[in-house]
């Protein structure tokens, strides 16, 4: 058990709604990451949020939003789904100390679109 | 673009020999790279890192070489045991952008023989 969650563990819904993924990071850790495998893929990074901030930003399209609330948890948002946002969404968290770069992963979202 | 590649899809051992899983990348900023360890249904979980200023890191089993000049590196596991059956990714990222989000390659999944 990495320490992160994340809710819901499946989630399937239609094409052109939106959906909201939930992430709590490991105790302590104040960086969020989001990322998408999709289908025969490596994990793509999508987002990162530091103690509210946003710090970096990948290949998250613009119908995906993300934010990180005080108490740390994190929610991504993707609207206006389409058929290939079906993926598996995971969150990662880290400490975000200088040499310090290992992230913990939670169990993931799996998103299917139809 | 696949700034980190990982060309071997699958691998399949014998119990007790040797797995070496190979990675490269094409980023000369990436100054820390790691291994991460994927069962079905589960988040990626961290294996072993290395810095970009030694060139080998072992850790029990699992040993990663770093070559910087060719863009490489591997990890050994010595001996393979069946419980190391998974999907192994490799992952890079450089601490110049202060950002540390991760770049995954595909990932290679080993499969230990009894």
């Known amino acids: 058990d990495s320490g992160v969650t994340q809710t819901p563990k499946h989630l399937i819904t239609a094409t052109g709604q939106r959906v909201t993924l939930r992430c709590s990071p490991r105790s302590g850790d104040l960086s969020v990451y989001w990322y998408q495998q999709s289908l025969d893929q490596g994990l793509q990074f999508l987002i990162q949020?530091?103690?509210?901030?946003?710090?970096a930003k990948g290949n998250i399209l613009e119908r995906f939003s993300a934010q990180q609330f005080p108490d740390l948890h994190s929610e991504l948002n993707l609207s206006s789904l389409e058929l290939g946002d079906s993926a598996l969404y995971f969150c990662?968290?880290?400490?975000?100390?200088?040499?310090?770069?290992?992230?913990?992963f939670g169990p993931g979202t799996r998103l299917t679109v139809t | 673009d696949q700034q980190v590649k990982q060309n071997s899809p699958s691998l399949s051992v014998q119990e007790g020999r040797i797995s070496i899983l190979n990675c490269d990348y094409t980023?000369?900023?990436?100054?820390?790279f790691l291994w991460y360890k994927k069962y079905p249904a589960e988040g990626p979980t961290f294996l072993i890192s290395?810095?970009?200023?030694?060139d080998k890191n072992e850790d029990g089993r699992f040993t990663v070489f770093l070559n910087k000049s060719a863009k490489h590196l591997s990890l050994h596991i010595v001996p393979s045991q069946p419980g190391d059956s998974a999907v192994y990714f490799c992952?890079?990222?450089?601490?110049?952008?202060?950002?540390?989000?991760?770049?995954f390659g595909t990932g290679t999944r080993l499969t230990v023989i009894p």
């Open positions: 990662a968290s880290s400490v975000d100390v200088s040499g310090l770069y290992e992230q913990y």
């Open positions: 980023n000369s900023m990436f100054d820390y």
């Open positions: 992952a890079a990222t450089t601490d110049q952008t202060g950002a540390n989000n991760l770049f």
């Open positions: 290395i810095s970009s200023i030694k």
């Open positions: 949020y530091y103690n509210g901030e946003e710090r």
